[in-house]
Nanobody, 128 residues
Framework: QVQLVESGGGSVQTGDSLRLSCAAS????????MGWFRQAPGKEREFVAA????????YYSESIKGRFTISRDNVKNTETLQMNSLKPEDTAVYYC?????????????????????WGQGTQVTVSS
């Protein structure tokens, strides 16, 4: 069992940066792929970024590639999403996710079906 708690959201201006963190409990954190998804009002939850259990491989959606960076620390049991050059269209609730299906079952890192554990979400608002 893994419990995830996000932090770091807030309200910023276009072009600003934010750093989201996800703290995980549980001894098996290092076995899980980790991801970030987001959901804007009236829209479906969408993939943002993911990182393999070892941290060797990262995956990004086209909409944020080059602006966001995902990382993890398997000693501290944390995952981070550094978001730069934020745009109003980045406004959403951001969710941290953990799962082992991308690693062990070949499920894509970019689908929510690969993740069993979710945080409560943190709001990011970018104004123009």
């Amino acid at each position: 069992q893994v419990q995830l708690v996000e932090s770091g959201g807030g309200s910023v201006q276009t072009g600003d940066s934010l750093r989201l963190s996800c703290a995980a409990s549980g001894r098996t954190f290092s076995r899980y792929a980790m991801g970030w998804f987001r959901q804007a009002p009236g829209k479906e939850r969408e993939f943002v970024a993911a990182i393999s259990w070892s941290g060797d491989n990262t995956y990004y959606s086209e909409s944020i590639k080059g602006r966001f960076t995902i990382s993890r620390d398997n000693v501290k049991n944390t995952e981070t999403l550094q978001m730069n050059s934020l745009k109003p269209e980045d406004t959403a609730v951001y969710y941290c996710a953990a799962g082992d299906r991308p690693t062990y079952a070949g499920v894509s890192y970019s689908t929510h079906h690969g993740y069993d554990y979710w945080g409560q979400g943190t709001q990011v608002t970018v104004s123009s």
